[in-house]
Nanobody, 124 residues
């Protein structure tokens, strides 16, 4: 079992950058795939990106591919989401999530542990 906590959200103008952090405590972190999801007001939670337990493979949604980068450092129990070229449509609460498997999935229902979320607001 792991506990997750996000940080790094904030307000930025379009074209700017933010880096989100997801810090984990608990079990051996490399056992868990980690994903980032986001939820905008009035919309369903959507997949953004995910990384395998080892950090050797990543996947991205089409909407963020080429702009966002996920990475992790297992000894530091941390996953990062680097967000560049931000757009107003990236505005949402961003959540990190972990699942009891080193292989990630794109569906939120596959994840067992969730952080509290961090707000990202991009203004035009």
């Amino acid at each position: 079992q792991v506990l997750l906590g996000e940080s790094g959200g904030g307000s930025v103008q379009a074209g700017g950058s933010l880096r989100l952090s997801c810090a984990a405590t608990g079990d051996t972190f490399s056992k868990y795939a980690v994903g980032w999801f986001r939820q905008a007001p009035g919309k369903e939670r959507e997949f953004v990106t995910a990384i395998t337990g080892s950090g050797g493979a990543t996947s991205y949604s089409d909407s963020v591919k080429g702009r966002f980068t996920i990475s992790r450092n297992n000894p530091k129990n941390t996953v990062w989401l680097q967000m560049n070229s931000l757009k107003p449509e990236d505005t949402a609460v961003y959540y990190c999530a972990a699942r009891d498997d080193p292989i990630p999935r794109m569906l939120a229902s596959w994840y067992h542990y969730w952080g509290q979320g961090t707000q990202v607001t991009v203004s035009s």
